[in-house]
């Protein structure tokens, strides 16, 4: 039976999978059964076509500790999870897979793991049971490049069962397709973050989401969140990185086109062009700068104080 | 029964205590008579049984209009009339009268009759039906064959922009639960993509076909210009609808592009000089080439700046709609 106030929310986004939302549900449960950690499973259902949400709305009767979030439409798996997170009313929020991949009797080793005084517990998929050249290959190779970027090195920053102290997550709002992103955008203020191996099945119903053209996205959302990360507390200072260089370039280059006679015109107009960008970088950093000041985003309330 | 997990974001009068329907006339650009306009549209509503109010939102130039609509007002009770700063268009004043209004269910017309005032009970039973937003469309259409084919090709591009198929998004009734009309933020020409905006924020939007009325003007000249600004505002809706949470998809893909178009003229012409030695004096394509790549820059950073406006503009925005299904 429920308790009016949970401990832990399991965030589930579903998004046509009717085959499998029934066996997941009752999956949860029982790994949730006998804990002694009340909960509340909330499946968020992004606008599925097929009959998802036919399923689930009679598993209620039998499931107490089930809510039901419906998206108005597709809105995607982060802003799914965002509506999930914003409906939690536990301090703990486990988000996990609606395609049964990951396995929900993982859940008490992540809650037992964020016990210990973690404020992310990420789990990793050590034997991936995905297509090795479409899915595995890439997704090394990109969490590789976010653990460089971010600063946060985590083997599987793309898996989706990971559990929070709601309190840190609650501190930044989702968008675009961030989800992947949680953890290094929330270690920046210091959040503790650790990982622990969890289970993979192979998809057994429903198909894939996810595609080869996600690659370029992603490589975009990096540099995104490389800039967030790292520098949204000076925003001017990112751009402004970005236009030294120019400058630096310009003065190379007019310096190696003195006395150039055969195309002396090549060097000087590539060195005035590369000058132009670099003006062009600093009055973006004081837009940047701009941005910031007159912005809902203060980094004053992100930072988590703590004394020694 | 649903539970909705956010506030709307206009604040306004409380919904539900007022008349059944609020029927929002902005009068700012084209118009004709609006006294007229109530006097063909309130018999019609209090008919199908529905008490309404009217709301007229003027253009502050307007002052002979404004006259006529205040001695409406002192006639009928259910009249009310605002007046909005010069210039500040349809949106604005649309805007200003959802604030005002008080019915749950909100219904906009254009200030010229487009629609037979005996066809807008369609609209309404449609919201009756679950829909959130309902548009007319006027069809058979008595237009022009040629109107009709620009319409057309709009409407295809439209599609083609946004993914939404609609076949008249220009017609300005348009029926909404108060919920809708609330939510929506429309500034400049943005009342002509409502039903894109509205899709976008995740309602139910239906088109109605309803009859085109014979007092519509069957001549509408089109200058060149308006040709130029149904084409800004297209790029304005295609940015809108896809692309406000992520800029640098958008900038960084038309960068990309931009930057890989100079970089092969370069690549091309340092072939020629190193390779065969030809002087590149004469040969303005090196112009072009590295003006493209500083372009192809210039665009791909003005996307980070986006992603930095969103990050942190975005902070406390509902990005979704959502509800909790309780019973």
């Known amino acids: 039976m429920t308790t009016p106030q949970p401990k832990v929310s399991i965030v589930i986004p579903v998004y046509d999978e009717e085959e499998d939302v029934v066996s997941l549900v009752e999956r949860v449960d029982a790994a949730m059964e006998g804990q002694g950690r009340p909960w509340e499973t909330i499946v968020v259902d992004d606008g599925s076509r097929d009959g998802t949400l036919k399923k689930l709305l009679p598993l209620r009767a039998s499931h107490p500790t089930l809510r039901l979030v419906r998206m108005r439409r597709n809105y995607g798996q982060t802003l799914a999870m965002q509506a999930g997170i914003d409906a939690a009313r536990g301090r703990v929020v486990v988000t996990l897979d609606g395609d049964l991949q990951n396995d929900p009797a993982d859940i008490p080793r992540l809650l037992a793991k964020l016990e210990e005084g973690w404020d992310v517990v990420s789990g990793w998929r050590r034997r991936r049971k995905d297509n090795a050249l479409l899915r595995t290959l890439p997704s090394r190779i990109a969490n590789r490049i976010i653990g460089a970027l971010s600063g946060v090195h985590l083997h599987d920053t793309g898996c989706s069962l990971k559990a929070y102290r709601l309190e840190p997550l609650r501190r930044v709002r989702l968008y675009a397709d961030m989800h992947r992103f949680i953890p290094a955008i929330i270690s920046a203020s210091g959040a503790r973050i650790t990982e622990i191996e969890v289970s993979h099945h192979p998809r057994r119903a429903g198909r894939s989401k996810y595609g080869l053209s996600r690659i370029y996205r992603v490589l975009l959302d990096l540099v995104v969140i490389q800039m967030i990360t790292g520098f949204v507390a000076r925003p001017g200072a990112w751009f402004s990185l970005m236009g030294w260089p120019w400058f630096l370039l310009a003065t190379v280059l007019l310096w190696c086109g003195r006395g150039d006679a055969s195309d002396s015109i090549v060097l000087p107009a590539s060195a005035f062009l590369c000058f132009f960008l670099g003006i062009h970088f600093l009055v973006l950093s004081l837009v940047g700068e701009l941005a910031l000041a007159s912005g809902t985003y203060h980094p004053e309330t992100m930072v988590e104080e703590e004394e020694l | ?303 980070l700046l986006g992603e930095m406006l969103i990050f942190t503009h975005g902070q406390q925005s509902q990005d979704y709609r959502a509800e909790e299904i309780v019973e």
């Open chain 2, 1 to 303: 029964m649903t539970a909705f997990l956010e506030p709307p974001r206009l604040a306004g009068v409380p919904a539900g205590e007022g008349p059944d329907i609020s029927v929002v006339v902005p009068v700012t650009g084209i118009h004709d008579d609006p006294v007229a306009l109530y006097e063909l549209f309130a018999p019609e509503l209090a008919r199908i049984g529905r008490s309404c109010e009217f709301l007229f939102v003027m253009d502050s130039e307007l002052r002979e209009e404004a006259a006529r609509v205040a001695e409406l007002k002192s006639r009928c009770p259910n009249v009310s009339a605002w007046k909005i700063g010069r210039g500040f268009g349809e949106g604005i004043a649309l805007t200003v009268g959802f604030r005002h209004a008080r019915g749950r269910t909100v219904l906009t017309l254009n200030p010229y009759v487009q629609v037979e005032p005996s066809e807008v009970w369609r609209l309404l039973s449609a919201l009756d039906d679950g829909a959130d937003l309902a548009i007319a469309r006027r069809s058979p259409r008595v237009d022009s064959g040629f109107s009709r084919l620009q319409s057309s090709v709009f409407h295809l591009a439209v599609c083609a922009m946004t993914g939404v198929r609609l076949h008249d998004i220009s017609c300005g009734l348009r029926a909404m639960t108060s919920e809708v009309a609330r939510s929506l933020r429309l500034y400049g020409d943005q009342h002509r993509f409502l039903p894109l905006l509205a899709v976008r924020d995740g309602f139910r939007v239906v088109e109605v076909p309803v009859r085109q009325s014979s007092r519509e003007r069957r001549w509408r000249v089109f200058t060149p210009a308006t040709y130029v600004t149904r084409l800004l505002d297209l790029l304005t809706v295609f940015f809108l609808t896809r692309f406000t949470k992520r800029p640098l998809r958008f900038f960084g893909s038309v960068g990309l592009a931009i930057g890989m178009a100079g970089f092969g003229i370069c690549l091309y012409l340092s072939v020629i000089k190193f390779v065969w030695e030809v002087s590149l004096m004469q040969r303005p394509l090196l112009l072009l080439g590295v003006l493209l790549l500083v372009l192809g820059i210039q665009t791909g950073s003005i996307g």
